[in-house]
């Protein structure tokens, strides 16, 4: 039984530079040899699941994996050493190349019966569906806890409502799904970017296990704990080694199908996390509490805006008191002569008790008004605080589960409302010593409860 490509010949095609040199072969032989048993490295993260002894069960667990992979491997190189099958990066050449290696085999060896060669093809998704799994469950877990360390933003250690980390979960399926776009889900593509990071991690465990036992010789005096920590880290040394070796082949043999990409990424990702640091470490040291005792502020100033005297204003006027400012005034913008006479009538009418302070606009502006007067307050007592209140208009669900209300209120009507709140709410944030305080409406929610009366003195 022959393979389809099997007489294919490789200098018909483009050569690949490396075949030029026997040692290369080697290397790159060594090098992907060592890449089909990456998969075991998954149970090094699984200990803890395992029945006790944890340590007896997972390394018996880690060995009949092992001992399995190798025997599929060996098994299919020594098939397609029989069948001629043979494969390349670069299939346009030769038609029958673009097949991969595992269904050449399978269509050989069971005579092209699709009842043998679907189960096996199957059977590879499922293998590759439950590998990329492991990133899914490896990668928010690792992220997690650089998190933790300050290395990646603090929303990565933050569980989901199942109890996973979620962000990290969405940010891995996130750049899966741009590396399948951008490669077109070539294997050859990205198999460059998985050996790289793959053997690189394995350098840096190994050398981080290497170091741990180091220390542990350090501090233990026992001679049967020295010998077997000097043994542990003699396989470390010994795995640091072999490790660097396959990293350093496969990144000179793949830099051109896509080696060099991962080494870009990872260079950036350290840059990266490092800015991440020192801005977290920069944020630490500002916000730290000085030693003595802090400076309290002099006095308090609330500023409500009023536009009409309406309930949503009685609210702000309600909490505005509450914390008791040593002064409370009402503001507005004279953008229109008339509406700005009858509401400094209504107020009066009313006997609110706050005093209305009407500021002028000729050109019809709203928020920089309003922006000068509180930067004035400000600039006149430095040490005081000012608590800017404005409001905010929400649509609101009904108490019948979930449903709007009132027909005219909803998610599109967001759109007309809080637009001079979100503008003043973007300019006042930036003011220091000033506080902006947004009061919700809730639209068209029938069990909205009624402001208060009277605005206590």
Not at 43 to 51: A, G, M
Not at 212 to 222: A, I, K, P, Q
Request: with cysteine; net charge positive.
């Amino acid at each position: 039984m022959t393979a389809a490509s099997a007489g294919h010949d490789a200098r018909e095609g483009a050569q690949e530079w490396t075949s030029a040199a026997l040692f290369l072969l080697c290397a790159r032989a060594f090098a992907a040899g060592s890449v089909a048993v990456t998969g075991i490295e998954t149970f090094t993260t699984r200990v803890r699941f395992f029945r006790p002894p944890r340590g007896r069960n997972a390394a018996a667990a880690i060995t009949a994996v092992g001992a399995a992979t190798v025997a599929l491997f060996i098994g299919t190189v020594v098939l397609a050493f029989l069948t001629g099958a043979q494969t390349s990066a670069n299939p346009a050449s030769a038609p029958d190349l673009r097949h991969p290696l595992l269904a050449q085999l399978a269509d050989t060896v069971f005579g092209s019966s699709p009842a043998a060669l679907w189960p096996v093809m199957l059977a590879t998704a499922g293998v590759l569906l439950l590998a990329a799994n492991t990133a899914f469950v490896g990668f928010p877990q690792l992220a997690s806890v650089f998190a933790e360390d300050s290395l990646l933003p603090r929303q990565l250690h933050k569980r989901g409502d199942r109890l996973v980390y979620s962000n990290g979960i969405l940010i891995l399926a996130v750049a899966a799904a741009l590396l399948v776009v951008l490669y077109g889900g070539g294997a050859y593509e990205l198999i460059g970017l998985y050996v790289v990071g793959v053997f690189l991690s394995m350098v840096l465990s190994h050398a981080a296990m290497s170091r741990h036992w180091r220390r542990v010789l350090d501090v233990e005096r026992d001679p049967a704990r020295r010998a077997r920590a000097h043994r542990a880290r003699a396989t470390a040394v010994a795995a640091v080694l072999a490790c660097a070796a396959v990293l350093a082949i496969v990144a000179f043999t793949m830099f051109r199908r896509g080696g060099w990409i991962a080494v870009l990424i990872i260079g950036g990702c350290y840059l990266l996390m490092r800015a991440i640091s020192t801005h977290y470490a920069a944020v630490r040291g500002e916000i730290e509490l000085p030693k003595g005792r802090p400076q309290l502020p002099s006095r308090s100033h609330a500023i409500v805006l009023a536009s009409s005297v309406n309930l949503p204003l009685m609210r702000m006027l309600s909490y505005a008191k509450a914390p008791r400012p040593d002064t409370i005034t009402a503001l507005t913008v004279n953008v229109d002569a008339a509406a700005s006479r009858r509401l400094v009538a209504e107020w009066d009418r009313r006997r609110i008790g706050v005093p209305l302070t009407v500021l002028d606009s000729p050109y019809r502006e709203i928020t920089g008004p309003i922006v000068d007067y509180v930067k004035a307050r400000r600039r006149d007592a430095p040490r005081d605080v000012v608590t800017v209140y404005l409001p905010e208009y929400v649509v609101g669900l009904g108490p019948q589960k979930g449903r709007l209300s009132r027909g005219y209120f909803n998610w599109s009507t967001s759109l007309l409302h809080n637009q001079t709140t979100k503008a003043l709410h973007r300019q006042l944030k930036y003011e220091p010593g000033v506080m902006v305080c947004t009061v919700p409406w809730i639209l068209g929610d029938s069990t909205e409860p009624p402001p208060l009366r009277r605005i206590p003195k």
